[in-house]
């Protein structure tokens, strides 16, 4: 079993940057993939990033170059840096776990409107 807790999410303007970050506890592995997915209303849940343990990283194309996933090993967390924001980055956003099996945060929400 593996918890993990988002925070960071929050209101912010069009243009603006968030830090999300995502603490991992629990029977982790020392090999894994974490990332970061999004639900907006009335839309499914899609990828945001993901990041290895050995640091490989994968971005959706719509958040190329705005955002930067990164994380620490030694603390079991990732974050997700959001730069250049837009009211279509408006969603929930989930942590997310992998390793055999996926677990998954409860949300942070993150809203971009002015």
């Known amino acids: 079993q593996v918890q993990l807790v988002e925070s960071g999410g929050g209101l912010v303007q069009p243009g603006g940057s968030l830090r999300l970050s995502c603490a991992a506890s629990?029977?982790?592995?020392?090999?894994?993939?974490m990332g970061w997915y999004r639900q907006a209303a009335g839309k499914p849940r899609e990828l945001v990033a993901t990041?290895?343990?050995?640091?490989?990283?994968n971005y959706a194309n719509s958040v190329k170059g705005r955002f930067t996933i990164s994380r620490d090993n030694a603390k079991n967390t990732v974050n997700l840096q959001m730069n250049s924001l837009k009211p279509e980055d408006t969603a929930v956003y989930y942590c997310?776990?992998?390793?055999?099996?996926?677990?998954w945060g409860k949300g942070t929400l993150v809203t971009v409107s002015s």
């Open positions: 997310n776990y992998r390793r055999g099996l996926d677990y």
């Open positions: 629990g029977s982790t592995s020392s090999v894994n993939v």
């Open positions: 990041i290895t343990s050995g640091g490989i990283t």
